[in-house]
């Protein structure tokens, strides 16, 4: 699809280049008719005629010998010219011309020359490198392939780049095309599937290198051993009716039939059926016949009985001996079998994780794993250390190498909305005494005015000259206050942590306030001559946000969120006592999409408060408390809202 994208991009470009072109071709044109027309006045003056099916040459011809100038046409063009002309310059007409045909006008002093336009080629844009479709999870070791008429040079390179796993070609395969779709298959088999399917064959070799090969003649990769291609040696040893001593059992009768094949590249397998015989027996006879060197530490004891066809003998010996008392071990190719405690035959190995942390690995490993062998941590290395037999020892790693995988971690955001509307009503009228009050306050856009004893005898007096009583003045101290004031809030507080943790550990943020108030205690002390020990003591009282979220993804990039949110709000600053609170908690556990968002909460609280004070009985009585009393009245209303988004990183 970008490839398409790509390829009408760099046609639209080359078509606008091309028109482009084409006009900056004709304005250059006529900059130029209107140059010369200063040497050859003929071409500004006008003409007045009409043509019908002239040739070119004519018609040019005619215009030259009008107007006096020097035309010269390709004999070549075979063009009639149909036109009806009136009032136009010569110059215009020539243009015209010019562009209706597709003609160029070479210019030589005062000659014009007219002749069929040829275009510069175009130079095509190069098109893109094809694009290698290769798809690889680390997470789950799947391979997927799209690869139609590619390289395989390229190919190679593309997964060794995307998987970080060694692929190389062998000589005289770099240019070979291979063809092969594959989705989310096992690495292994992805390779040996695509190499297959063209031809081809794939080989592992001990440093964990893939190297890809041709087929040679007559080989064929489903078969994996070809009869025709096959040398064997055959051992029998016939039944033993005698009675046998020690473990090997006391009058059974045992068989042991041992057959090695060998293809025409020199592997070797073993074909083996054994009724109760000797596992000493079997080992001497079976490295017999392959050919290859041992040495035993102490006595086999036991019996087996077993039928295996076509197996490596390194593969054979760890079956013969698991289970057993005893291992191996390989040592300048010669195979050293005993009892697995003995000295020589205890192994070493240090194993290094490269995606996870060594914290716990010991607790995962199973315990018949770890029975009989020692395993130190190295922190600082980021490994463990395991030392005693060999075959566990191998066991072990294969078991923590399926652990040691690439840790998805997950990227949280996390939106804290609140959004708080609030309104606060406050009406009443004061009056007292009190020293030095002055006449003022606000009238708009709320009414908070005090009115001094001046004033009031101002208003009093002015009353007193209007009206046959005198209601006289007020004490030089006396003053009235008169309120009216409404309050409305609307804030949105808005929060946008990001928190970011290990697939399955959780994720912590704390965020808040803390404030202190003052608790008094009084204590008497003494009998004879008691005093009063008056004691203060401060405590804290905290309002915290805390979100905790514990994410777990799934194989389909699916997030499982273990969601906690606690939000603490102090309401009010009171002057003594603790500070009054309110709580909203959100618990959930939701599975949402990589990189989706999720929206939890929504709880709404609502706080209404009405207060007053006044004259006792007349504050009570309606319409006639509003001038004995002052109210306030406020309603508070606030929702959270949580927005939770995750995005998994590998």
């Known amino acids: 699809m970008k490839n398409k994208i790509l390829y009408v991009c760099c046609f639209l470009l080359l078509f606008s280049g091309s028109v482009w072109a084409q006009q900056s071709r004709y304005d250059e044109l006529e900059q130029r008719l209107r140059d010369l027309s200063s040497v050859s006045p003929g071409l500004s003056e006008t003409v007045d005629f009409s043509v019908s099916g002239a040739s070119i040459q004519e018609f040019l011809r005619g215009i030259a010998e009008s107007h006096n100038l020097n035309i010269s046409v390709d004999p070549v063009l075979n063009i009639r010219i149909y036109n009806n002309f009136t009032n136009e310059k010569v110059y215009n007409i020539l243009l015209f011309i010019a562009k209706e045909y597709e003609l160029d006008i070479q210019f030589v002093g005062s000659i014009m020359s007219f ?14 490198p094809k694009e290698i479709l290769v798809k690889y999870n680390t997470y789950n070791n799947l391979l997927s392939l799209d690869l139609k008429n590619d390289t395989l040079e390229k190919v190679v390179k593309k997964i060794t780049q995307s998987t970080k796993k060694n692929v190389i070609l062998s000589s005289g395969l770099n240019g070979k095309i291979i063809n092969v779709y594959i989705e989310d298959m096992p690495f292994e088999n992805a390779i040996q599937k695509m190499a297959y399917a063209n031809s081809l064959k794939v080989v592992k070799t001990d440093d964990d290198f893939y190297v890809i090969k041709s087929i040679e003649e007559g080989e064929d990769l489903l078969v994996t051993n070809d009869p025709k291609n096959k040398k064997k040696n055959t051992y029998q040893r016939p039944q033993n009716n005698k009675t046998n001593t020690g473990t090997q059992g006391s009058g059974n009768n045992s068989s042991l039939f041992v057959e090695v094949n060998e293809d025409s590249l020199g592997r070797k397998t073993i074909n083996l059926d054994a009724v109760n015989a000797p596992i000493t027996d079997v080992i001497k006879a079976v490295s017999e016949e392959i050919g ?123 939106i804290l909305m609140d959004v708080r509307k609030g309104r606060t009503l406050k009406t009443g009228i004061s009056a007292g005494v009190a020293d030095s009050v002055k006449t003022g306050g606000s009238i708009f856009p709320g009414l908070d005015f005090k009115f001094g004893s001046k004033s009031i005898n101002d208003f009093l007096g002015w009353l007193g000259t209007n009206n046959v009583f005198n209601i006289g003045r007020v004490t030089p101290q006396f003053y009235v206050g008169l309120s009216a004031l409404e309050t409305n809030n609307n804030v949105n507080v808005r929060s946008t942590p990001k928190l970011s943790t290990l697939n399955g550990h959780d994720a912590n943020l704390s965020i808040g306030s803390t404030r202190y108030y003052a608790l008094k205690t009084q204590n008497v002390v003494g009998s004879l001559t008691p005093q009063t020990v008056v004691t203060e003591q401060y405590n804290a009282v905290q309002a915290n946000l805390s979100v905790n979220i514990k994410p777990i993804v799934s194989g389909d990039d699916q997030v499982t969120l273990n969601i906690d949110v606690s939000i603490t709000d102090f309401t009010d600053s009171p002057v003594s006592g603790p500070p009054p609170s309110s709580t909203s908690q959100f618990k959930s556990i939701v599975r949402v999409r990589n990189e989706e968002m999720v929206v939890l909460g929504g709880l709404e609280r609502t706080e209404s ?29 606030t929702v959270s809202v949580v927005f939770i988004k995750p995005t998994i990183i590998y």
């Open 115 to 128: 002749k069929k336009y040829n275009p510069p080629p175009v130079i095509q844009a190069a098109a893109p």
């Open 609 to 637: 408060t009405e207060g007053g004070s006044g004259v006792p009985l007349l504050s009570r009585i309606p319409v006639i408390k509003w001038l004995f009393s002052s109210r306030t009245k406020s309603k508070n209303k």
């Open 292 to 414: 290859n060197n041992y040495f035993l530490f102490s006595d086999i004891k036991g019996n087996t009985t077993t039928r295996v066809n076509n197996v490596k003998f390194d593969d054979f010996l760890g079956r013969l001996l698991q289970g057993t008392d005893y291992t191996y071990k390989i040592d300048n190719k010669i195979y050293m079998i005993g009892e697995r405690k003995l000295e020589g035959l205890r192994a070493n190995k240090v194993v290094q994780f490269q995606y996870r942390s060594l914290d716990a690995v010991q607790d995962i490993i199973p315990a018949e794993l770890k029975k009989g062998v020692e395993i130190k941590e190295f922190k600082e290395l980021n490994s463990i250390l395991l030392s005693g037999s060999l075959p566990q020892i191998m066991e072990i790693e294969a078991f923590v190498r399926q652990l040691d995988r690439v840790v998805p971690m997950v990227m949280i955001e996390v």
